[in-house]
């Protein structure tokens, strides 16, 4: 077990390395950061200054290492608009949009797993035909349409949840919450839903492919020819089996809704880190640009590992080690 | 039929409606099993073995269907029960055993686990006493060192030690009846004899009854009181083995035996006879066998045979009914 999360953690280590390498190259080749700072009354010779402060005329190699070396302890620079740290920024911004995210995932998952596995039980069932149509809707629904859709009815029309907005936060050594006042969970709903939509309809459906596929199998067979309930075989057997394929598609989907969280945030204004980075872009703010490339790498690689962990618990095949310390026959 | 059957299955009928029509997988089968008997099921592939058997244990997958006749079990009917009253049934009072062991466990749960849901689904046993009787089991399926094996997962087993896990299975609250479909296929040539003698000494001690369908005419030889043999979903013949291996009356059973050459020479599988078994969707008119019978009569193509008795065996062939009609 040890081996194999430190063989996992050198791989993460590797890819956060390009990760770095590619927001480090955006710094040196996309405008000119001594531009973006100063005004065009500036001297030469006060440009030059600048450049040296910032380290800007030391060799690519050093540079690179004091980039990394600051990404590392939460280092990003100065934004260049904002003229504030970046990680004064991120961690402002940062509840906001991880909070979005977790309670989307979480709803997906509680609301499509179940969902799947009704769907994959009752193949013929009224029900589990609603639950497909509607899911193809939730499919090919844009998110902006339906985030729209959800305020016009929701906001609007009936005025039961605020349109924009975290509503009432309270601060948590430094985590600005929404999760804790009424306020701040009626904001909540509605970005969650329409961020969580389509993971929910991608989550059903694989739930219920993979339960139509391990229900053909022997060992479901078996299960039944040795009269076990069919709560025991549904749930205990079956679903436990289509658990693989759920976790990996549910870590990648956790990382593209922090990823795709810009959306959402565009609709609701909803203050989060993806909002930031759309503003970041419109003004060419590349250490915002690049702290964001950075975060997300971050958390998806934190996610895949998570992800790998899971198997090794859910999966005895995978736990090598101790089959082979056992022996065959 | 000496005493009370343990299972008969009367006129049994088992249809799969499909977009062409109505197929018959088993068409009107009757036979019976007595308590502690083996009775061997042997028919080319498509034959109508599993579909028997899944009947009997109440598993036909839809949209399979048993279309028409009865089983019963010691009496009573079980083929018309509903789903929970049959669940109990199966594992308690019929065990299944199916063809590939690599496939029959559940990869996630360990040996032990399996046994002890099992246990604990028909008895009343608190887990350290269905945990204790795990261990004995595997250590009665001939699984060395239990206590250590009886946490591993299937994965750490080897295709032999597997087989002999979902014996331990099939058998671990002693039901009557066993429906063991080609138990040995899936395995290596060299352990399938051992398979099949654990699978019958364990089924002598219990006094288990088994239906053990298999290709292999040897493994029947060997192991089987009564035999079976099934042709396009009906029964050609069955009867005592002795009988139907030495004397075969039915002119496919006579092909099939003239590919046995005796027991201790090669594996005694089922060889050609000309020509293919029908497929389910053009059975011939008559005698589903005259495409490929040397003996055939008119009457072979017109009507289609019913069993007859001739000594103790019953046979479904014209020929055999003239003789009956003269004697
Ligand atoms: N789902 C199904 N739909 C239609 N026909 C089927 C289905 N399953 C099995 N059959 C047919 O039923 C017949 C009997 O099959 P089976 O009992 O499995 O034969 P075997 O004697 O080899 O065990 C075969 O001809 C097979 O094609
Ligand atoms: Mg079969």
Same mark, same amino acid.
């Given at each position: 077990m040890l081996a194999f999360i430190i063989r996992r953690m050198i791989q993460s280590v590797v890819v956060m390395f390009f990760v770095a390498l590619l927001a480090f190259a955006m710094f040196r080749f996309v405008g000119d950061p001594v531009h973006q700072m100063v005004g065009i009354e500036t001297s030469l010779e006060e440009r030059e200054e600048l450049r040296v402060?910032?380290?800007?005329?030391?060799?690519?190699?050093?540079?690179?290492?004091?980039?990394?070396?600051?990404?590392a302890t939460l280092d990003f620079g100065i934004s260049y608009q904002h003229q504030r740290p970046v990680s004064e920024m991120i961690k402002e911004r940062m509840p906001a949009t991880l909070e979005l995210s977790l309670i989307s995932a979480l709803f997906s998952l509680l609301v499509g797993v179940p969902m799947g596995v009704y769907t994959g039980l009752h193949r013929q069932g009224v029900l589990s035909k609603v639950f497909m149509t509607a899911s193809l809707i939730g499919i090919s629904l844009p998110t902006f349409l339906i985030g729209i859709l959800l305020i016009y009815v929701f906001a609007v029309i009936l005025g039961w949840l605020p349109s924009f907005g975290r509503g009432v936060v309270v601060d948590l050594g430094g985590w600005r919450t929404g999760l804790l006042t009424t306020e701040g969970l009626k904001a909540l709903i509605m970005p969650a839903i329409t961020l969580g939509l389509f993971q929910l309809t991608l989550i059903m459906r694989l739930v219920r492919a993979e339960?139509?596929?391990? #229900?053909?199998?022997?060992?479901?067979?078996?299960?039944?020819?040795? !009269? $076990?309930?069919?709560?025991?075989?549904?749930?205990?057997?079956? #679903?436990?089996?289509?658990?693989?394929?759920?976790?990996?598609?549910? !870590? $990648?989907?956790?990382?593209?809704i922090i990823a795709f969280a810009i959306i959402t945030e565009t609709v609701f204004q909803w203050p989060g880190m993806g909002l930031m980075f759309l503003q970041a872009i419109q003004n060419v703010d590349i250490p915002i640009m690049a702290a964001y490339l950075i975060m997300i790498a971050f958390f998806f690689v934190a996610i895949n590992l998570v992800v790998d962990m899971l198997y090794y618990v859910v999966d005895p095949r995978l736990r090598v080690d101790a089959s082979k310390a056992h022996g065959h026959g | 039929m000496a005493g009370n059957p343990l299972?008969?299955?009367?006129?049994?009928?088992?249809?799969?409606?499909?977009?062409?029509?109505?197929?018959?997988a088993v068409d009107d089968i009757s036979l019976h099993i007595d308590p502690g008997e083996v009775l061997g099921v042997v028919g080319e592939s498509g034959a109508g073995k599993s579909m028997t058997g899944a009947a009997i244990i109440g598993l036909l997958e839809p949209p399979g269907r048993i279309a028409d006749g009865?089983?019963?079990?010691?009496?009573?009917?079980?083929?018309?029960?509903?789903?929970?009253?049959?669940?109990?049934?199966?594992?308690r009072e019929i065990g299944a055993i199916f063809q590939d062991p690599l496939t029959s466990l559940n990869p996630l749960y360990s040996v032990g686990e399996q046994l002890v849901e099992t246990i604990q689904t028909h008895t009343d046993m608190s887990h350290s006493q269905a945990l204790a009787r795990a261990i004995e089991l595997l250590a009665e399926v001939g699984i060395p060192a239990?206590?250590?094996?009886?946490?591993?997962?299937?994965?750490?087993?080897?295709?032999?030690?597997?087989?002999?896990?979902?014996?331990?299975?099939?058998?671990?609250?002693?039901?009557?009846?066993?429906?063991?479909?080609?138990?040995?296929?899936?395995?290596?040539?060299?352990?399938?004899?051992?398979?099949?003698?654990?699978?019958?000494?364990?089924?002598?001690?219990?006094?288990?009854?088994?239906?053990?369908?298999?290709?292999?005419?040897?493994?029947?030889?060997?192991?089987?009181?009564?035999?079976?043999?099934?042709?396009?979903?009906?029964?050609?013949?069955?009867?005592?083995?002795?009988?139907?291996?030495?004397?075969?009356?039915?002119?496919?059973?006579?092909?099939?035996?003239?590919?046995?050459?005796?027991?201790?020479?090669?594996?005694?599988?089922?060889t050609q006879i000309e020509g293919a078994m029908p497929r389910l969707t053009a059975i011939p008119q008559g005698c589903a066998f005259n495409p490929r019978c040397t003996l055939t009569m008119d009457r072979c193509f017109r009507e289609r045979p019913d069993l007859v008795q001739v000594e103790e065996t019953r046979v479904s062939c014209w020929h055999h009914d003239k003789e009956l009609a003269h004697a």
């Open positions: 402060k910032l380290g800007l005329r030391d060799p690519i190699i050093v540079q690179f290492g004091r980039f990394v070396g600051n990404a339960m139509l596929e391990v #229900l053909r199998t022997d060992y479901i067979k078996f299960a039944r020819a040795r !009269g $076990l309930t069919n709560r025991a075989v549904n749930f205990g057997h079956a #679903l436990k089996n289509t658990l693989v394929p759920v976790i990996t598609i549910t !870590g $990648l989907q956790l990382g593209s | 299972l008969e299955v009367r006129n049994l009928r088992v249809e799969f409606p499909t977009r062409r029509g109505i197929l018959t009865e089983i019963l079990l010691e009496g009573r009917r079980i083929d018309n029960l509903p789903y929970e009253q049959m669940r109990r049934i199966r594992g239990p206590e250590r094996r009886v946490e591993h997962y299937p994965h750490q087993f080897s295709g032999g030690m597997r087989q002999r896990v979902v014996i331990a299975l099939a058998l671990c609250v002693n039901p009557k009846l066993i429906i063991a479909d080609e138990p040995t296929t899936a395995l290596d040539v060299s352990i399938q004899a051992q398979i099949i003698a654990l699978l019958k000494r364990l089924c002598r001690e219990h006094g288990t009854a088994v239906m053990l369908v298999t290709h292999d005419m040897g493994v029947i030889a060997e192991t089987a009181d009564r035999v079976a043999v099934m042709y396009a979903g009906r029964i050609a013949e069955i009867g005592p083995v002795r009988q139907v291996i030495q004397n075969p009356k039915h002119p496919y059973t006579v092909g099939l035996m003239g590919s046995i050459p005796s027991i201790d020479q090669g594996d005694g599988r089922l």
